[in-house]
């Protein structure tokens, strides 16, 4: 069974450009959460999609969003790129609620 | 709101035993999680505790007392690939993980 898959594995923007990431869930999987993780703050949730609703928000600002297809597949956008913003943004998907999360590789993201 | 306290770092021996603490405050509880991360890799589950108790797993156990906002992570026998970060986290809700900043573990000979 294929993990959580996220791609690119990593990027390097510019201050004002716009991202967007991708993941794809472990098969069967209805649930995908994305994290932000930073040596200074630890992971922070992001947001949760489940069935191609968002289920839950953390506290970031609205140039951070969502997505989900269909198929589960999640992207995550960040618009406007601030050099805090460099992080690794990790995707995590799950069968449902209170379950255990299984994560993705991340994606380094490098604002420059 | 919610907030997660654990030590930022721990050294332990080889073969030895080491208990890695977690403390939190949060404004709704379901349960607490603990996260296993190498570096450069992805965090991996370890356990998942609900109610108040010792959950053992191998070498790893875990425990939980919601009363007083307390769980901590045992490791037993400890090998050189247990060198990690320990991540705790709580669940008040959904999929809405508050992770702390974990507790990176050196294991040495």
């Given at each position: 069974?294929a993990?959580v898959?996220q791609?690119p594995?990593?990027?390097?923007k510019?201050?004002?450009?716009?991202?967007?990431?991708?993941?794809?869930?472990?098969?069967?999987h209805?649930s995908?959460?994305?994290?932000?993780?930073?040596?200074?703050?630890?992971l922070?949730?992001?947001f949760?999609?489940?069935?191609?609703t968002q289920r839950n928000?953390?506290?970031?600002?609205?140039?951070?969003?969502?997505?989900?297809?269909?198929n589960s597949r999640?992207?995550?956008?960040?618009s406007?790129?601030?050099?805090?913003?460099?992080?690794l943004?990790?995707c995590?998907?799950?069968?449902g609620?209170?379950e255990k999360l299984?994560f993705g590789?991340?994606?380094?993201?490098?604002?420059? | 709101?919610?907030n997660?306290?654990?030590?930022?770092?721990?050294?332990?021996t080889?073969g030895?035993?080491?208990?890695?603490?977690?403390t939190?405050?949060?404004?709704?509880?379901?349960g607490?999680?603990?996260?296993q991360q190498?570096a450069?890799e992805?965090?991996?589950f370890?356990?998942?505790?609900?109610?108040?108790g010792?959950?053992?797993k191998?070498?790893?156990?875990?425990?939980?007392?919601r009363s007083?906002?307390?769980s901590?992570l045992?490791?037993?026998?400890?090998?050189?690939?247990?060198?990690?970060s320990?991540?705790?986290?709580v669940t008040?809700?959904?999929?809405k993980?508050?992770?702390?900043?974990?507790?990176?573990?050196?294991?040495e000979?």
């Amino acid at each position: 069974k294929a993990g959580v898959t996220q791609t690119p594995r990593y990027l390097i923007k510019t201050r004002g450009q716009q991202v967007t990431l991708s993941c794809s869930p472990i098969s069967g999987h209805r649930s995908v959460s994305w994290y932000q993780q930073t040596p200074g703050q630890g992971l922070q949730f992001l947001f949760e999609y489940f069935s191609e609703t968002q289920r839950n928000k953390g506290n970031f600002p609205g140039r951070f969003s969502g997505r989900q297809f269909s198929n589960s597949r999640s992207e995550m956008n960040v618009s406007t790129l601030e050099l805090g913003d460099s992080a690794l943004y990790l995707c995590a998907s799950s069968l449902g609620e209170r379950e255990k999360l299984f994560f993705g590789s991340g994606t380094q993201l490098s604002v420059l | 709101g919610q907030n997660i306290d654990q030590p930022t770092e721990m050294t332990a021996t080889e073969g030895a035993i080491v208990q890695i603490n977690c403390t939190y405050q949060t404004s709704g509880f379901n349960g607490l999680f603990w996260y296993q991360q190498h570096a450069g890799e992805a965090p991996t589950f370890l356990s998942y505790n609900v109610l108040d108790g010792l959950e053992e797993k191998g070498r790893f156990s875990s425990f939980l007392s919601r009363s007083k906002g307390y769980s901590y992570l045992l490791l037993k026998e400890l090998q050189m690939k247990d060198s990690a970060s320990y991540l705790c986290a709580v669940t008040g809700g959904g999929n809405k993980l508050t992770f702390g900043t974990g507790t990176q573990l050196k294991v040495e000979l």
